[in-house]
T-cell receptor, first 114, second 109 residues
Framework: DTEVTQTPKHLVMGMTNKKSLKCEQH?????MYWYKQKAKKPPELMFV???????INESVPSRFSPECPNSSLLNLHLHALQPEDSALYLC?????????????FGDGTRLSIL | SQQGEEDPQALSIQEGENATMNCSYK?????LQWYRQNSGRGLVHLIL?????REKHSGRLRVTLDTSKKSSSLLITASRAADTASYFC?????????FGAGTTVTVRA
């Protein structure tokens, strides 16, 4: 079991649908992250929230909209996605400490766009 | 963003043997981390080595860091079937992790 919980585990949606991915942690971490991972590739950073404020957006298309309602929750709102957006979406959390940054990952949401 | 290369891309060893994988990175770092990912799962943090450290041990893991060559190695001793996974070296700088391409390790029983 991981300490970062992601829901749902699997999601299939059409290109016109609107859906949200959710991530929750109760470790008191104040930095949270979204990554996208394609098959047999390393994770790619999408967004970083630090103290509930968006601090890094890696030029992600606007069809992905992150939200951090509080220090324990991180959402990723999806709208009008493309087939190439099918991937494993990973959430992670850590303390926003410059020198020591082990991140704790959830098991991800496997997203399929029809 | 992808930071650098890992070598080898894939490794197949017999249970009980040691596994060694190397990575190179491109920019300056605060620290270098290694993560493991089992198929279809999230990543698990294994070990962190700071930029002013040269070697670190944790159980069956040994990590080295050469900042002059911008390279690191991970040694897993006495491998087990449960070590079968993908291993990523990750450079940490400016609050961001940058992943290497990963090494897929298969441990045969």
């Amino acid at each position: 079991d991981t300490e970062v919980t992601q829901t749902p585990k699997h999601l299939v949606m059409g290109m016109t649908n609107k859906k949200s991915l959710k991530c929750e942690q109760h470790m008191g971490h104040r930095a949270m992250y979204w990554y996208k991972q394609k098959a047999k590739k390393p994770p790619e950073l999408m967004f970083v929230y630090s103290y509930e404020k968006l601090s890094i957006n890696e030029s992600v298309p606007s069809r992905f909209s992150p939200e951090c309602p509080n220090s324990s929750l991180l959402n990723l709102h999806l709208h009008a996605l493309q087939p190439e957006d099918s991937a494993l979406y990973l959430c992670a959390s850590s303390q926003p400490d410059r020198d020591n940054q082990p991140q704790h990952f959830g098991d991800g949401t496997r997203l399929s766009i029809l | 963003s992808q930071q650098g290369e890992e070598d080898p891309q894939a490794l197949s060893i017999q249970e009980g043997e040691n596994a060694t994988m190397n990575c190179s990175y491109k920019t300056s770092i605060n620290n270098l981390q290694w993560y493991r990912q089992n198929s279809g799962r999230g990543l698990v943090h294994l070990i962190l080595i700071r930029s002013n450290e040269r070697e670190k041990h944790s159980g069956r893991l040994r990590v080295t860091l050469d900042t002059s060559k911008k390279s690191s190695s991970l040694l897993i001793t006495a491998s087990r079937a449960a070590d079968t996974a993908s291993y990523f070296c990750v450079a940490f700088n400016d609050y961001k992790l940058s992943f290497g391409a990963g090494t897929t390790v298969t441990v045969r029983a």
